[in-house]
């Protein structure tokens, strides 16, 4: 049988779900964190533990937030044939790629892990490349575009910044 060896430190973890067809569906999914929320009674007090080790500490309800993504993937449960097994480790490396891919992503994002390499890249072309993208609405466009061209012309009237007005490392 197919089975995805679990590891506790992934975020995102790669967990697959059964289908009917004997076939299991891949997916990641990622721990976001997590919420307290006190317990309140009914007068809207603080619910204390009044027995074991906890006796006299407040009472808290805990969420955990999870976000899954589905990957589209899908190995055999019982594969049959050399052809289904080497198909399941095909998708399955496939599958680790996508998530320690990911997993680097995630870090990169939240916690500012990963050596940025485009540290060394200019600021004011990345801010034109990123006035161009078409993820960005018309109006917050041309106010990028404004916003850009006020900051050159910035640099260009100060004496003391007038070199970096064609290029301004990241650094």
């Not at 009044?50 to 449960?77: Q, V």
């Not at 050596?115 to 200019?122: F, G, H, I, S, V």
């Not at 990123?130 to 850009?148: V, Y």
């Amino acid at each position: 049988m197919a089975k995805i060896e679990n590891r506790k430190k992934q975020n995102p973890k790669l967990q697959q779900s059964e289908l009917s067809d004997g076939r299991a569906s891949l997916y990641l999914e990622y721990y976001i964190g997590r919420t307290e929320t006190p317990v309140l009674d009914e007068n809207g007090e603080q619910v204390f533990y009044t027995e074991g080790a906890m006796a006299g500490k407040p009472k808290f309800k805990i969420k955990h937030t999870r976000k899954k993504e589905n990957l589209n993937l899908y190995i055999w449960l019982h594969p049959r044939t050399p052809q289904e097994r080497l198909q399941n480790r095909n998708t399955l490396a496939l599958a680790e790629k996508i998530r320690f891919e990911r997993e680097q992503t995630f870090l990169e994002d939240r916690e500012g892990y990963r050596l940025r390499k485009e540290m060394d890249d200019d600021f004011i072309e990345f801010c034109r490349e990123f006035c161009k993208s078409p993820t960005l609405t018309k109006h917050i466009r041309e106010t990028q575009e404004r916003g850009l061209k006020k900051f050159i012309r910035f640099l260009e009237s100060t004496p003391r910044y007038e070199k970096f007005k064609d290029s301004l490392k990241m650094k």
